[in-house]
């Protein structure tokens, strides 16, 4: 489903916090504010081709950010108090690898490019990030993400 701030009646924010307390299995894209729960977050002035490469990826069950906010998301979360003792301590149910997995995807890297890194195949990267998924209870990356950053795994410029 894809969503706009701005709509008549209700705003896009609203309608996807109802459509995720709902909990219907939808992935929604929505322009503007990643913490009313939502997949990916895409400015309005993107391209067309970006618009339907985000469905795309959405559906896909993967998190997205436009990278013209990328900085101003780490911004955020940079300036967010102390890490989550809950979420420091989920980390302990990953194994090692799932823990590399986790910081990597919090940088920004791409499964080819975690598995490069890694010297892994790109299937296997992709098993470590469901399984952390799964672990931590996670629905998309762009939770993972967010995850890494509250539980203190990651901070802007280093681990």
Known sequence: ????????????????????????????????????????????????????????????GHGLLDPAVTLRVIETYAAAPASDPARAAALAGLTDRETDVLALVAAGLSDAEIAARLYLGEATVKTHVSRILLKLGLRDRVQAVAFAYESGLVTPGGR
């Open 1 to 60: 489903m894809l969503l706009d701030v701005r709509m008549p009646g209700m705003d896009g924010l609203e309608a996807a916090r109802r459509i995720l307390a709902a909990a219907l299995p939808t992935r929604v894209v929505v322009t503007a504010a990643l913490r009313a729960g939502v997949s990916g977050f895409l400015l309005k002035v993107a391209p067309p081709e970006d618009l339907v490469t985000a469905v795309r990826t959405v559906a896909a």
